[in-house]
């Protein structure tokens, strides 16, 4: 992949869309594509997304977070061989509902190859992969609100964020007994 040729005038570029409506708007030109004789110049209709677990009040929750808001990213083709601006498709991407601008206005400027290497490497990376979003820290106190050792109070010994799970030192019977938990299992003991 080279900067100035991507796949004979293909290029990536970003498009500026209302709040929260980048998803309405890729389903809209992939949808739209075909139909109305874009297939030559749209290849990919891209918005970076990321699946987040989060856990509140011991409850785990799973959401898909974008990793640019308010932006949809496009590989197509918008000027011809000579240079020349493709009005015709820079008007059908605008003509989408939700659509603000290209970046670069009038004139539409494709991303850096780095540019592009970075959005496709976040977006490689991220795929089948839940991202937990947890601020648990050792020597914290918590207590347990799933499995066996239900409604038990416990210190924090360790974290591995990579499985998701914390090392919780209990009492039990007089006796602290390390127990392996997930970290929607726990949720924070009130002062």
Request: aromatic residues 10%.
């Amino acid at each position: 992949m080279q900067e100035s040729k991507v796949d004979d005038g293909f290029k990536w570029y970003a498009v500026q869309v209302a709040s929260n409506q980048e998803l309405k708007v890729k389903r809209y030109l992939e949808r739209f594509i075909e139909p109305e004789g874009f297939g030559n110049f749209i290849k990919t209709v891209l918005v970076p997304t990321k699946t987040v677990v989060e856990i509140k009040k011991g409850r785990k929750t799973t959401n898909v977070r974008k990793f640019y808001p308010g932006y949809v990213f496009l590989c197509m083709k918008l000027y011809d061989e000579s240079g020349e601006f493709l009005q015709h498709v820079a008007a059908f991407v605008r003509g989408a509902q939700g659509v603000l601008t290209f970046m670069g206005g009038d004139r539409p400027v494709a991303l850096k190859k780095s540019e592009v290497d970075g959005i496709l490497g976040q977006v490689e990376e991220s795929q089948g992969r839940k991202v937990l979003k947890v601020s648990y820290e050792v020597g914290e106190t918590v207590k347990i609100t799933d499995g066996p050792f239900l409604n038990l109070s416990g210190t924090i010994e360790e974290i591995d964020p990579a499985k998701g799970k914390l090392k919780i030192s209990v009492s039990i019977f007089g006796r602290f007994t390390p127990v392996e938990l997930e970290y929607w299992q726990v949720q924070r003991e009130e002062q």
